[in-house]
């Protein structure tokens, strides 16, 4: 069984940074796209950013200039570096992976959150 599990949320001032992880545990394949999404409070689940197997990054607009996504194939890890914070991306950052876990099955795995907060 794979789980994603993710580390590096907090609390933060408007301006700061933060640097969440998020690696896989279990046994696979290979991993195809990476990316992390975030939920505010009262809010749906949105994309943040999304980086595939290959380096294509996707960024939403709100985030553009501010954060980074990043990966180590060699670690099966993705990265998120928020610079520039504001409160407005103050939420619950999940990672989210295609995993192939046999050769001809791929499934989707959701992390468990990390909460993020900024303070104005």
């Known amino acids: 069984q794979v789980q994603l599990m993710e580390s590096g949320g907090g609390l933060v001032q408007a301006g700061g940074s933060l640097r969440l992880s998020c690696a896989p545990s279990g046994r696979f394949r290979n991993i195809f796209t990476m990316g992390w999404y975030r939920q505010a409070p009262g809010k749906q689940r949105e994309s943040v950013a999304t980086?595939?197997?290959?380096?294509?990054?996707n960024y939403a607009d709100s985030v553009k200039g501010r954060f980074t996504i990043s990966r180590d194939n060699a670690k099966s890890t993705v990265y998120l570096q928020m610079n520039s914070l504001k409160p407005e991306d103050t939420g619950v950052y999940f990672c989210n992976a295609d995993v192939q876990v046999l050769i001809a099955v791929t499934r989707n795995y959701w992390g468990q959150g990390t909460q993020v907060t900024v303070a104005s």
């Open positions: 980086i595939t197997d290959g380096g294509t990054t």
